[in-house]
């Protein structure tokens, strides 16, 4: 058998076009979003695998995923390009309008040179928001033919052409059936949640109930012999603290069982991204989350009591400062964890009883830090917005 050295110039010899080039990739990128599901990672995660491998395929300095909530605006809203603090300026997610709706009412790709020349462009970004010429859109259609998505491609030098495209509609379809499959997967897991809570209520009902019931019961025993006999009075007294004690230890061990099942599988850092996210959404409030990527904390009551008061501070903070942006901030000094959740919310009197009495959180944030031996302080007053700070000093 005779081999010869093929001639790069010779058209007879087979060069494979970049589509094909680019196939590999392509694979990858959805084995990655696969391998995410099957991985237990949240739909945020699956999304950001998807978005991120959308920019690096199509060569483009800007890439978005967004999913629609039905209403008008998004229910999610992934990036890649951007910094975390270009992305935390821009405000709220944006609306289901212009370009971005029309990906989402229309099952036919769009691309164009300069997304300024279309009607549908209403010439319009956030104050900080890059200037975006050339456009790729694409909408991710579900198994059932819902359009449950798109892909926003921008700003690629010398624009986007047809195998741009068609790399990311193969993405795209493959994309449906993994942002399916993993509502599917934390549908399942809420609904084990959802069974986990039943369970406690039922334990609740069954073992505190009735050591309150005995409470109320030797209460009005000892009441009721007052008058006649004060040594039994004084006996069935002490009973009630023995009891109360009692009922407190079972509520206690019942409330360390209501761990969320994120933070047994995510740790602190992957509850609170589900958290933030959650609430943004909810509330149209910019929620920025800077974790320290070398922090560690020591225990799993620690990590509770954490995500307890952060998850207090950020209600406050868009329910009743009606903060427009919030940042949390989570790392480490010599050992000591620190925590910070601060707003541009309305601001209040942290000393003001009439206040205290209204909204109990504040005094639960207070003793769920010192019951951990750390420090919690609120600094607020009306008009400057809110820092809660919470630092726990390493255990032993």
Not at 173 to 190: D, F, K, M, V
């Amino acid at each position: 058998m005779t081999w010869h050295t093929a001639n790069a110039s010779d058209p007879s010899v087979y060069r494979p076009s970049r589509m094909a080039q680019q196939l590999n990739p392509t694979l990858k990128a959805v084995s990655d979003a696969v391998l995410a599901i099957a991985a237990n990672l949240s739909v945020d995660e699956v999304l950001q695998k998807l978005v991120n491998a959308a920019r690096e395929l199509a060569g483009a300095p800007y890439a978005a995923l967004g999913i629609p909530d039905g209403a008008g605006g998004f229910r999610r809203f992934l990036v890649a390009g951007m910094s975390d603090e270009l992305i935390a300026s821009l405000g709220p997610l944006p609306r289901t309008h212009g370009m971005l709706g029309a990906m989402l009412s229309e099952r036919e790709p769009y691309r164009t040179e300069d997304i300024h020349d279309d009607p549908r462009f209403r010439g319009w970004w956030p104050r900080r928001h890059p200037d975006m010429r050339s456009f790729l859109g694409v909408p991710i259609v579900s198994p059932d033919g819902t359009i449950i998505g798109a892909f926003y491609l921008t700003e690629k030098p010398g624009g986007f052409d047809a195998e741009d495209q068609e790399l990311i509609e193969l993405l795209a379809a493959h994309a449906s059936i993994a942002i399916t499959n993993a509502r599917l997967y934390e549908q399942s897991r809420e609904l084990s949640i959802l069974s986990e809570r039943n369970r406690l209520a039922l334990e609740l009902h069954d073992v505190v109930s009735q050591k309150l019931f005995s409470v109320m019961l030797t209460a009005e025993a000892a009441s009721a012999q007052m008058d006649r006999d004060l040594v039994a009075a004084q006996a069935q007294i002490e009973r009630v603290r023995e009891l109360a004690g009692e009922a407190l230890e079972e509520l206690r061990s019942l409330i360390l069982d209501l761990r969320p099942a994120e933070l047994e599988r995510d740790g602190l850092a992957g509850a609170l991204r589900k958290e933030v996210d959650l609430l943004g959404r909810m509330h149209g409030a910019s929620i920025y989350l800077d974790i320290d990527p070398g922090f560690t904390i020591d225990t799993g009551d620690r990590e509770l009591a954490l995500l307890r008061i952060v998850h207090e501070a950020l209600h406050n903070a868009v329910r009743h400062a009606h903060a427009e942006h919030v940042t949390v901030r989570v790392g480490g000094e010599n050992g000591t964890v620190i925590v910070e959740v601060a707003d541009d919310g309305v601001g209040f009197d942290p000393d003001s009883a009439e206040l205290r009495s209204r909204h109990l959180g504040l005094t639960s944030m207070e003793e769920r830090a010192r019951e951990l031996r750390g420090r919690l302080r609120i600094d607020s007053k009306p008009g400057t917005g809110t820092t809660v700070r919470v630092e726990l000093k390493p255990n032993g």
